[in-house]
């Protein structure tokens, strides 16, 4: 069945450092792919979203890119902040067989300053 | 502004006792979710709606129930028959489902605990 699997954390960076979260997938048809993320005693936000092959999401400085010949959507951020601090979660959803998103564990972030 | 409420924040139930989560959209969406999220752990889905009167059992829906009367509301029922209740429930609601590329839109969550 579809999965998403996503880099286990926590990750812990100083504050400007690069950030990389791996994610893959694995689905029949062909998904649109999100990363989600979630602050400290809240719900899920949309970050960005991706909906076809080599598409490329942006949103606060974090980018992420579709790559259907890897099935991965890796999310990255060029200079992070302690506001940055959170949990981030890779999902993709399909039309097949009706509704599907699916989420990965997430990935817990820390940024100090 | 849109969005989705969920109330209340904090709940507390007793053993052998019923307690109903409430998730009210103003969204306009046909979609609505239940989900549950232990700590440190990702979502896993109880129940979804994808219409009025309409719902279907996700991944964990034993010991849950739910009901969808009307498209803005979708509350969820945690029953004395869930064993082990305490967690953080997520509600969402997404556009009719076969749109491709349609995020859902989450509540900020209820958090349930058993006293």
């Known amino acids: 069945g579809d999965s998403v699997t996503q880099m286990e954390g926590p990750v812990t960076l100083s504050e400007e450092a690069c950030l990389t979260i791996n994610c893959t997938y694995t689905a029949t048809g062909y998904p649109s792919l999100f990363w989600y993320v979630q602050y400290p005693g809240e719900g899920l936000q949309l970050l960005l979203k991706?909906?076809?092959?080599?598409d490329k999401g942006s949103n606060k400085g974090f980018e992420a890119t579709y790559r259907k010949e890897t099935t991965s959507f890796h999310l990255e951020k060029g200079s992070v902040q302690v506001s940055d601090s959170a949990v981030y979660f890779c999902?993709?959803?399909?039309?097949?067989?009706?509704?599907?998103?699916?989420f990965g564990a997430g990935t817990r972030l820390f940024v100090k300053a | 502004d849109g969005g989705i409420t969920q109330s209340p924040k904090y709940l507390f139930r007793k053993e052998g006792q019923n307690v109903t989560l409430s998730c009210e959209q103003n969204l306009n969406h046909d979609a609505m979710y239940w989900y549950r999220q232990d700590p440190g752990q990702g979502l896993r889905l109880i129940y979804y709606?994808?219409?009025?009167?309409?719902?279907q059992k996700g991944d964990i829906a034993e010991g849950y129930s739910v009901s969808r009367e009307k498209k803005e509301s979708f509350p969820l029922t945690v029953t004395s028959a869930q064993k082990n209740p305490t967690a953080f429930y997520l509600c969402?609601?997404?556009?009719?489902?076969?749109?491709?590329?349609?995020?859902?839109?989450f509540g900020d969550g209820t958090r349930l605990s058993i006293l």
């Open positions: 969402a609601s997404s556009t009719p489902l076969g749109r491709a590329g349609q995020p859902q839109h």
């Open positions: 991706a909906t076809k092959a080599d």
């Open positions: 999902a993709l959803s399909t039309n097949t067989g009706g509704f599907k998103t699916i």
């Open positions: 709606s994808q219409i009025v009167n309409d719902f």
